[in-house]
């Protein structure tokens, strides 16, 4: 089963995305979810704590697209974290990986034939619950100290 959802982007977004799509014969979709990877392997930069989310700036309606991406459910919960952890709307995490990334994505692509299907190892959400209270840990990579990290309830995706 997919998931299907709207995003909103401007013109020169939805031609980056044009772009890269017919230059590696990809999905939209594909394309988007390939982008936000690459902001969540640099997610330092843009992790942001204590404020309310970020949207695009605003323009005349004129320049807006709607795109519409279907993607895995793992994929979309992977976008809803980002969205919580990174303060922003999920088309301005979009606008902002194709800014940042588009160039070096299609350089990656041209090198990197990918045959796995799920890019992303290690990435869990595990729940601990502490008397009344819990707590969902999210992991984006492999823990270091493995034992510690599993405990009685994990949730993989």
Known sequence: MRIE??????????????????????TRSSVIIDLTKLVLKNRESILRYSRAVRYQNRMTSGKWHRMHVSMLPKDYELLLDLRKLCKCSVSLLVACAVERYIKSMKEDLDKVEITDNYHFNHYMIIKELHDTIICWKIYWGEPKNIETAYPTIIIKH
């Not at 709207?6 to 990809?26: M, V, W």
């Open 5 to 26: 959802t709207t995003i909103y982007c401007t013109d020169n977004t939805k031609y980056s995305i044009g772009r890269i799509q017919s230059h590696c014969a990809k």
